[in-house]
């Protein structure tokens, strides 16, 4: 019994130095974001520099309102670039903790909102949080011997969701980060505030305070990306609904969040210069059904590209055997569970579905991708814990570690078989660059290149480019001088022009 004991103790500290492994590699290499592209031109529209904070303040909400008119109805996004942004403020040591900022702040978003997922298994029946339904074995000993088990489905969803890719425009660009990472983060704290107002066990004030904090959040969330926007009210109202199934009653703080979150996607949607930029960009009129059909080619595509070059196939072998061992410990509502984990699914054609029809064709920038490929792993591991369930209660696997054991030889032989190497997984490559230096090397000749333009008396300055490092977001310029972001740097520094050697 102590050996056991001692096994699961082990286990919840390995899992914690891998997420705390992980959490440090991103801040780290977060830490050496340098200033590119659309960081220095929205600063430059911004206008106001080094003013007194009420000043920029208003600065920053007269921005919002030029752009919403004029280009795109982000407006929270849009805020957050103008009110955090670097250049007009406190330059590099800002832009430093801003990066690192959203590193934490999405991979800790990211975490609660899994373990608070992971909490329907434990204390109650899976969707409801319903004290009668319970739950893990009933008896508090044994379902305290399972949170190993939690730690490990919690360390396997964060494992697969930062192995998806290298996004760089998220980690490693201000624009990037601030447009789709940060929006995307609150968007997962709310949700995790909406599967806590859920649960029985919170009391009455605490859900009231739970879901006006959620509200707000989701409303704010949903003026960043129309992606991030679709995602966090197609998730609002799928969880509205299934608990509604599963209850019998529609919850007044669920239906206010969703309606906080449709509101501010309805302000972003509506915005003039959505379509001011989109006849711009891709003609007149609106292309519903192309949209569709990109969106039909990318989920196809990218989930593909998951199951064949990440380690999702191998992670969602082990989570059916995950669900097959926790089936025969709690009593899980298998129909909702079933109807969330099949409508899920949807969650990232629902998050593409707004690009395609904005961009008016096929293209699906990194940033996007990181929206995209979160919510795919998401909900495609969770039909993985789904499966194992079914396995179990439908196929009669036995939960007493054999179909574990089989699962488990399954995955090895698949590891040793696959083509996937260590040296490709994007984790791997980011700790790599961190480790011998490669970021900060490329960081410090930008910082160069930044003092230069600063200091440099001449009125035409033409610049030697750093090598460009791969999986980094780095500094470039137009071949043509004349080019918006040649005129954004040369603006900023009170150059006439910038070009590149």
Known sequence: MKGKKAAEIFIIIACVIVLAAV??????????????GDDFTHGVRVGAFHVSLPQYFAASLLYVQDLYMDWQGTWFSMFLQAFLSPI???????????MVGNALLFLGSLAAFLWTGLSYFWTAAGIGGKE???????????????????FVILTLFFLSIVNADVYAEIYFWFSGAVAYSMPFSLMLIALTLLLLINKETVSSRRSKVCAGTAAVLLFLA?????????????????????FFLFTGR??????????????????????????????????????????????????????????RETVLGLVFLLLIAAGVYLSGRCRIAIREYGIAA????????????????????????????????????????NLALFLGIC?????????????????????????????????????????????????????????????YLETCPEEDVELEMPEYIEDFECFYMDEDEDGWVNQGIAAYYGKRSVRRK
């Open 132 to 150: 009668a339904d319970v739950s893990c074995e009933t008896a508090a000993g044994p379902a305290r011997s399972l949170m190993s088990l939690r």
């Open 23 to 36: 959490t440090t590699v991103f801040a780290m290499g977060a830490g050496y974001t340098v200033l590119s």
């Open 222 to 242: 949903s003026g960043g990306s129309l992606a991030v926007a679709g995602v966090g009210c197609y998730m609002a109202l799928l969880l509205t609904g299934i």
């Open 342 to 381: 099949a409508f899920a699914l949807l969650a990232g054609a629902v998050a593409y579905f707004p690009v395609a029809l904005g961009y008016g064709g096929y293209y699906v920038p990194n940033r996007c991708y990181f929206i995209i490929d979160t919510v795919m792993v998401l909900s495609l591991l």
């Open 88 to 98: 007009n403020n406190f330059g590099l040591p800002q832009l430093r903790a801003v």
């Open 391 to 451: 396995g179990h209660r439908l196929c009669n696997l036995p939960s007493d570690g054999r179909t574990t054991a089989v699962l488990l030889y399954i995955c090895l032989a698949a590891f040793i078989v696959t083509p996937l190497s260590m040296e490709e997984m994007p984790l791997y490559r980011v700790a790599r660059y961190v480790h011998n230096g490669s970021y900060r090397e490329y960081y410090e000749k930008c910082v160069a290149i930044y003092d």
């Open 250 to 307: 529609v919850s007044r703080y669920n239906l206010t969040v969703f309606a906080a979150g449709f509101a501010g996607a309805l302000i972003n949607a509506a915005a003039p210069g959505n379509f001011s930029r989109h006849d711009g960009t891709a003609g007149a009129g609106l292309h519903f059904g192309q949209a569709i059909g990109y969106t039909v080619r990318m989920f196809t595509e990218e989930t593909c590209r998951l199951f």
